[in-house]
T-cell receptor, first 108, second 111 residues
Framework: KNEVEQSPQNLTAQEGEFITINCSYS?????LHWLQQHPGGGIVSLFM???GKKKHGRLIATINIQEKHSSLHITASHPRDSAVYIC??????????FGKGTKLSVKP | DAGITQSPRHKVTETGTPVTLRCHQT?????MYWYRQDPGHGLRLIHY???????DKGEVSDGYSVSRSKTEDFLLTLESATSSQTSVYFC??????????FGPGTRLTVL
């Protein structure tokens, strides 16, 4: 069993829809990260959180430490949000342990 | 964004040849990491460094070695490339163990 599981693997939405991507993990963590990988391949860190909720523009990330679960929400989705969204948790070596990613496609 | 560059960005090589990938950072970050990204696996840690000349193995280190002789450079070497090492390689750096910044990636093809 992977230590970090994401769902769904693929997601297609219409522009304007509210989107939720889920992440569950099975290890103790110091922090959870949400990353975005653009179609060109670059990886950008969106959020790092260890409790509660963070918001940046139309993106909201929440984490429930007791349930070992996090969600990434996108409000008023737009085609430019199309990307792969990756959940990762901080490992004991300071590295990140990654989920396999959720490929999001937002249609106009 | 952190100043992280990787070279080369693309490389095609033949089985059995040595290959070295370079990661260069201008942020004076202590921690540096090499990951590989393959379809169906996500990103996986190859090696990491927590300081000059201090390195350790990650999850998929077989067939790879690293060196860090100065803070800004972290080299990944494939001593004898194999087709299973065809992948996209990402370098990442961190000034603390949690917040990581990624390089643009190197696409390596081993024929």
């Amino acid at each position: 069993k992977n230590e970090v599981e994401q769902s769904p693997q693929n997601l297609t939405a219409q522009e304007g829809e509210f989107i939720t991507i889920n992440c569950s993990y099975s290890v103790g963590i110091s922090a959870l990260h949400w990353l975005q990988q653009h179609p060109g391949g670059g990886i950008v860190s969106l959020f790092m959180l260890s409790s509660g909720k963070k918001k940046h523009g139309r993106l909201i990330a929440t984490i429930n430490i007791q349930e070992k679960h996090s969600s990434l929400h996108i409000t008023a989705s737009h085609p430019r949000d199309s990307a792969v969204y990756i959940c990762a948790v901080s490992g004991s070596q300071g590295n990140l342990i990654f989920g396999k990613g959720t490929k999001l496609s937002v249609k106009p | 964004d952190a100043g992280i560059t990787q070279s080369p960005r693309h490389k095609v090589t033949e089985t059995g040849t040595p290959v070295t990938l370079r990661c260069h950072q201008t942020e004076n970050h202590r921690y540096m990491y090499w990951y590989r990204q393959d379809p169906g696996h996500g990103l996986r840690l190859i090696h990491y460094s927590y300081g000059v000349k201090d390195t350790d193995k990650g999850e998929v280190s077989d067939g790879y070695s690293v060196s860090r002789s100065k803070t800004e450079d972290f080299l990944l070497t494939l001593e004898s490339a194999t087709s299973s090492q065809t992948s996209v390689y990402f370098c990442a750096t961190s000034g603390d163990p949690d917040t990581q910044y990624f390089g643009p990636g190197t696409r390596l093809t081993v024929l």
